[in-house]
């Protein structure tokens, strides 16, 4: 039986791309994206239901028609576009003014989130 894609999951493929491992998340977004183990940033990101229509080749009326041009009025919020490295954090955490049981809380975390990709 299957569960509602609610929250993301990530995957890795024993396929690999120049040896390196494909990550396949499937997003809470209802999207799928795939990158290449220990490449930072996005992937190439596609939604489901696009790909599904691709593969069994049916058209919906929300897709545009090839040629068309879509205009999105969605508003960017500030901050989206921007990465910042985790080594870079921890470097300023480790400069930072916090107390020691604070500032090694934090280093915990931010070396775990480095450990895991």
């Given at each position: 039986?299957?569960?509602?894609?609610?929250?993301?999951?990530t995957?890795?493929?024993t396929?690999t791309?120049?040896?390196?491992?494909?990550?396949?998340?499937?997003?809470?977004?209802?999207?799928?994206?795939?990158?290449?183990?220990?490449?930072?940033?996005?992937?190439?990101?596609i939604?489901?239901?696009?790909?599904y229509?691709h593969?069994?080749?049916?058209?919906?009326?929300?897709q545009p028609?090839?040629g068309?041009v879509v205009?999105?009025?969605?508003?960017?919020?500030?901050?989206?576009?921007?990465?910042?490295?985790l080594?870079d954090?921890?470097?300023?955490n480790?400069?930072?003014?916090?107390?020691?049981?604070?500032?090694?809380k934090?280093?915990?975390?931010?070396?775990?989130?480095i450990?895991?990709?």
């Open positions: 039986m299957a569960t509602k894609l609610e929250k993301s999951i995957r890795e493929s396929e791309i120049d040896d390196k491992e494909i990550l396949v998340t499937l997003t809470e977004g209802q999207e799928i994206e795939l990158k290449l183990k220990g490449k930072r940033g996005k992937g190439e990101i939604t489901i239901k696009d790909l229509n593969l069994t080749g049916t058209e919906t009326n929300s028609k090839e068309s205009v999105s009025n969605t508003p960017k919020k500030r901050g989206d576009e921007k990465m910042i490295s080594y954090l921890r470097s300023h480790a400069i930072s003014m916090l107390d020691l049981a604070t500032l090694a934090f280093d915990q975390i931010i070396k775990s989130v450990e895991s990709y």
